[in-house]
């Protein structure tokens, strides 16, 4: 079994910065993509940021240019930096992993989740 734990989130002003992380445990080969997913309150989750593990990165349009998505696959930790924060980026940041539980298998987990509120 794989476990995804994320931590950061908190309350911050608009215009400041969290660092967000999610830390892989348990049995697996590797981890191949990971990355951050947010939800606020009545919308669907949505993509924020994605990078494989050979480092190619993709960003929602919402997150280009004031975040930045990076992971230490020594530690099989990805991070979510975030600067510029904005009262609409307000919601709980969830961590997701494509794994490779053996040479054969890949399989889809997700963290718990992990809030972020940015007032105004």
């Known amino acids: 079994q794989v476990q995804l734990a994320e931590s950061g989130g908190g309350l911050v002003q608009a215009g400041g910065s969290l660092r967000l992380s999610c830390v892989a445990s348990?049995?697996?080969?590797?981890?191949?993509?990971m990355g951050w997913y947010r939800q606020a309150p009545g919308i669907q989750r949505q993509l924020v940021a994605r990078?494989?593990?050979?480092?190619?990165?993709n960003y929602a349009d919402s997150a280009k240019g004031r975040f930045t998505i990076s992971r230490d696959n020594a530690k099989s930790t990805v991070y979510l930096r975030m600067n510029g924060l904005k009262p609409e980026d307000t919601a709980v940041y969830y961590c997701?992993?494509?794994?490779?539980?053996?040479?054969?298998?890949?399989?889809?987990?997700w963290g718990q989740g992990t809030q972020v509120t940015v007032s105004s």
């Open positions: 997701h992993a494509v794994v490779q539980v053996d040479y054969s298998d890949s399989r889809s987990y």
């Open positions: 990078i494989t593990s050979g480092g190619l990165k």
């Open positions: 348990g049995s697996f080969f590797s981890l191949n993509a």
